[in-house]
């Protein structure tokens, strides 16, 4: 899958105008525009391209709907194997809806194994094919990717890169490794895809309660929270 694509947008001021030559002028300046950004994005988000694996085939028709269960403790929780069912089925009916109309954000959080970053991915993957820039990072990837960009005066460069894709996939986020500043990135990168309203899905192991406060707020007043308290299909399917 291709870190970006892109869709030409004309601004919608540029219609009022009608077929002026002015009109034309404008239209002429704002795709140039468009085309130079585009083209700088790309460029830069090329340098995250991540091997997604099996996730770059991830479709909703590819999800095990069947898949074996254990009884799970997690996150401070027992869950029993008809509420881990339940939990499977309504978290893929609200990925396939999110994927119809991705308004807002997703947080999607888990155990291990549990089929977060496939239902993520086969989200990704449906807004590719229809024209959406689309990218996908695992959060230690992006903070390094983000980290390396200061030796040559690329970090804000690749930050901005960020802010504007139409959907940002960011997996494994999680409060273990956000350091101060892994925070700080985060929080800005986040807070400018809130202002411009852009997609965005996130995938943790832990519950919203564990992230930093502030990254916490910020994602709970956007997102809608898939749970997806399932057992781990990968320790399951090696028994």
């Known amino acids: 899958m291709e870190p970006a ?3 030409w947008r004309c601004p919608s001021a540029t219609w009022t105008l009608g077929s002026s030559f002015r009109a034309r002028v404008l239209f002429a300046r704002a795709r140039r525009t468009q085309i130079a950004e585009a083209r ?23 999800f095990d709907r069947n898949r074996p269960f254990v009884e799970l403790r997690w996150s401070g929780e027992t869950f029993a194997v008809d509420v881990q069912r339940q939990a ?9 809806l999110y994927a119809e109309q991705p308004r807002g954000w ?7 194994g549990a089929g977060k970053s496939h239902l993520a991915a086969a989200i990704a993957n449906e807004l590719a094919g229809a024209g959406w820039g689309v990218t996908y990072a695992s959060v230690p990837d992006l903070l390094r990717f983000v980290r390396g ?9 690749r930050l901005e890169a960020l802010m504007h894709i139409d959907l940002l996939m960011l997996d494994d986020i999680g409060a273990e490794y956000l350091t101060a500043w892994a925070q700080e990135q985060l929080f800005i990168l986040l807070n400018a895809r809130y202002l411009a309203d852009r997609a965005t899905i996130l995938t943790s192991n832990d519950r919203l309660e564990a992230l930093p406060t502030r990254l916490q707020s910020r994602i709970r007043e956007l997102s809608h929270i898939i749970w997806l308290p399932v057992s781990d299909y990968r320790r399951l399917r090696a028994l």
């Not at 997703?106 to 291990?112: A, D, E, F, K």
């Not at 030796?151 to 460069?157: I, L, R």
């Open 149 to 157: 960009g200061f030796g040559g005066g690329e970090a804000d460069a």
């Open 5 to 7: 694509t892109t869709r």
């Open 88 to 96: 499977l089925a309504q978290a893929l009916l609200d990925a396939q």
């Open 106 to 112: 997703l947080y999607v959080c888990g155990p291990c």
């Open 40 to 62: 700088h994005t790309h460029a830069v988000l090329a340098q995250l391209a991540h091997a997604l694996g099996r996730l770059a085939s991830a479709r909703f028709d590819t």
